[in-house]
């Protein structure tokens, strides 16, 4: 036996742990999660106003829209509207989507039915990619 197959045979004898990210881009374009402390800020921050309250709300076409000044950027709970708001919605930016967890889709809902399984955000193009909840800076190819 020679080296390649020896290290051939003890690498694909090694069990492979295969995971899905949470955040994929809309627009197909490289992602990562993130920093996780950021991703639970953020879907705290967004579903405050839903479900912290008095009354639990559920979601509509109108209330679907978060703007969080600390991130500098507007989210929009689930996929099913985001692409009408035509204020706040850019085609020309990378459109980004967060799976929440089971416990955060079982609490939202629409008001016409279904559940709220992503966020939906943006980031600024070929400058930013998406990361997690939040937008990385892409890194300079020049270097500087």
């Known amino acids: 036996m ?3 197959q020896f290290y ?14 949470r955040t994929r881009s809309l627009n197909g374009k490289y992602v990562t999660d993130g920093n996780n402390v950021t991703n639970a ?4 921050l967004v579903t405050m106003g839903l479900l912290d309250g008095f009354a639990v709300r559920k979601v509509k076409m109108f209330n679907d829209r978060v703007y969080l000044s600390r991130y500098r950027r507007s989210y929009w709970l689930g996929t ?3 692409y009408l708001d035509h204020t706040n919605y850019f085609t020309t930016r990378d459109t ?14 629409y008001e016409d039915g279904g559940y709220i399984d992503e966020i939906v ?3 600024m193009r070929y400058a930013q990619y998406c ?5 990385c800076q892409t890194p300079n ?4």
Do not use: H, M, W
């Open 2 to 4: 020679n080296t390649f």
């Open 8 to 21: 051939f045979i003890i690498f694909f004898s090694l069990p492979c742990i295969f995971y899905s990210l």
């Open 41 to 44: 800020n953020v879907v705290q």
């Open 80 to 82: 099913k509207y985001y």
């Open 96 to 109: 980004c989507a967060f799976k929440l967890n089971i416990t955060d889709i079982l609490r939202l809902e």
């Open 121 to 123: 955000f943006q980031c």
């Open 131 to 135: 990361c997690g909840l939040d937008c």
């Open 141 to 144: 190819p020049n270097g500087k």
